[in-house]
């Protein structure tokens, strides 16, 4: 983005015109075909809540939409606006095959590759697949962010639009909370095969998540279950 916006006209636009365009497609995860058809009047960017609408034509669903904006988007999206009728377009685009020229062209002058490791870093990637594996990465919930990409299921969200490159699965994994200690193997069993009166509380615990939410006090549940001999049931439970 700083890479175009210092560059000179490149296929028609400014530099100013093209750090805009890349800039919104990665803070909303719009497609070329919606930002290309996007006009003034689908954008509300002094509400309470700041909106994109994508009007039926525009989507590739052809179903209409309505996105919130981050601040992010609107202090982009705010100067392409002065001036210009509600009807006017908001973005001036060039043919298909010169965006994807103009995309090369800034991400050579960013010293950024194109292509690695047979994935291409075309227009789609750079905004759209950028913006799904971002949510992902800051913890988004998966419904969510099915809505801020407007598909109409989560299995394409989950499929094609996270990078699992990008997210902490070991990190991720060591904050579920463990619901027991484990039970040493020096505790005493009586003759029965339970375990000794002494043992069968303070063996168990639970331990809380970072909000300090049991996770269904799971620990305390099955403390309460190997407290009682076999063939009782505590009816409070």
Same mark, same amino acid.
């Given at each position: 983005i700083?890479?175009?916006r210092?560059g000179?006209v *490149?296929y028609g636009?400014? =530099? !100013?015109?093209r750090?805009?365009?890349?800039? /919104?497609?990665?803070?909303t995860?719009?497609? !070329?075909?919606t930002l290309?058809?996007?006009?003034?009047?689908?954008?509300?960017?002094d509400?309470? /809540?700041? &909106?994109?609408?994508i009007?039926?034509?525009?989507? @590739?669903n052809?179903?209409?939409?309505?996105i919130?904006l981050a601040p992010s988007a609107?202090?982009?999206?705010r100067? #392409?606006?002065?001036g210009?009728t $509600?009807?006017a @377009?908001v +973005?001036?685009?060039?043919?298909r @095959?010169?965006?994807?020229? #103009?995309? @090369?062209?800034d991400l050579?002058?960013?010293?950024i590759p194109y292509?690695l490791?047979?994935?291409?870093?075309?227009?789609h990637? !750079?905004g759209?697949v950028? +913006?799904?594996?971002?949510l992902?990465k800051?913890?988004?919930?998966p419904?969510?962010a099915?809505?801020l990409? /407007?598909?109409?299921?989560i299995?394409?969200t #989950?499929?094609?639009y996270?990078?699992m490159?990008?997210?902490?699965?070991?990190?991720d994994?060591a904050?579920? $909370?463990?619901? #027991?200690?484990? &039970?040493?193997?020096?505790?005493?069993?009586?003759? =029965?095969?339970? &375990?000794?009166q002494e043992?069968?509380?303070?063996?168990? *615990?639970?331990? *809380?998540?970072?909000?300090?939410?049991?996770?269904?006090? *799971?620990?305390?549940?099955?403390?309460s279950?190997l407290?009682?001999?076999?063939g009782?049931t505590?009816?409070n439970?």
């Amino acid at each position: 983005i700083e890479a175009a916006r210092s560059g000179s006209v *490149s296929y028609g636009l400014t =530099g !100013a015109e093209r750090a805009a365009l890349y800039g /919104t497609t990665a803070a909303t995860g719009c497609r !070329a075909g919606t930002l290309r058809g996007l006009e003034v009047g689908d954008l509300d960017l002094d509400s309470a /809540t700041p &909106i994109l609408r994508i009007r039926a034509e525009n989507a @590739k669903n052809r179903t209409e939409a309505t996105i919130p904006l981050a601040p992010s988007a609107v202090s982009i999206l705010r100067p #392409m606006l002065e001036g210009k009728t $509600p009807k006017a @377009k908001v +973005f001036r685009f060039p043919s298909r @095959k010169n965006l994807a020229e #103009m995309l @090369k062209t800034d991400l050579k002058r960013a010293g950024i590759p194109y292509e690695l490791d047979g994935r291409y870093l075309d227009f789609h990637a !750079a905004g759209r697949v950028y +913006f799904g594996s971002q949510l992902a990465k800051n913890r988004v919930h998966p419904k969510v962010a099915q809505m801020l990409l /407007t598909h109409k299921t989560i299995g394409q969200t #989950m499929k094609h639009y996270t990078q699992m490159e990008i997210l902490d699965l070991a990190g991720d994994a060591a904050k579920v $909370p463990i619901p #027991m200690a484990p &039970i040493p193997a020096a505790v005493a069993v009586g003759a =029965g095969g339970s &375990i000794g009166q002494e043992d069968r509380w303070d063996r168990f *615990s639970t331990d *809380s998540s970072p909000e300090g939410v049991d996770v269904l006090e *799971s620990g305390h549940l099955l403390a309460s279950l190997l407290a009682f001999p076999e063939g009782q049931t505590n009816h409070n439970l």
